[in-house]
């Protein structure tokens, strides 16, 4: 009797250390990156700009499970216009806004001032970019956050941020 007893016993620890070997745990984490801009004051013709920043997906609440992170998914990715000083007439004439490779969105005749004054956000929400930008955090934690374009600042020059949030879930490994 007792022998089945610890046949049992072991079995039942042998079943449990291997379904605790294929758990997966959920973590959310929104990453945040702000890309300052400075636009010097332009004189009746659009000038080309260009800004770049890094952002790491091992920051925020991700930097404890750097090596653990197994699968991503993107819900939402947003940006806004902040802490406009300037040409209250100044615009993005046209312009873009990527992710590595992934135009996320276009701008075109975007005044500066006043989306940043109604703090307007704009999403983006199509699942096959925010699939590509998942792909490439998985690929190389490191992306590239890039606004170009052509703006108009004849009043003034402008100084203002863009602030990039992508709102994420990863799947770990433990």
Request: charge should be negative; include cysteine; glycine fraction near 4%.
């Amino acid at each position: 009797m007792k022998r089945i007893l610890y046949v049992c016993l072991s079995l039942f620890l042998l079943v449990s250390c291997e379904v605790l070997e294929n758990v997966e745990l959920k973590a959310e984490n929104n990453l945040i990156e702000t890309i300052p801009v400075r636009i010097a004051q332009t004189t009746n013709i659009a000038e080309l700009f260009d800004f770049t920043n890094t952002i790491n997906i091992h920051s925020g609440d991700f930097v404890q499970y750097k090596d653990k992170v197994t699968a991503l998914q993107i819900s939402v990715i947003s940006y806004k216009f902040i802490d406009f000083k300037g040409d209250n007439n100044g615009s993005i004439s046209s312009g873009n806004l990527k992710l590595d490779a992934v135009e996320i969105a276009k701008m075109t005749d975007v005044n500066i001032s006043t989306a940043s004054a109604e703090g307007t956000v704009f999403k983006v929400t199509d699942v096959a970019k925010l699939n590509q930008v998942a792909s490439s955090f998985l690929d190389d934690s490191d992306v590239i956050v890039s606004l170009k374009g052509a703006v108009l600042s004849e009043a003034a020059s402008m100084d203002f941020k863009v602030e990039v949030r992508i709102e994420m879930m990863a799947t770990l490994k433990e």
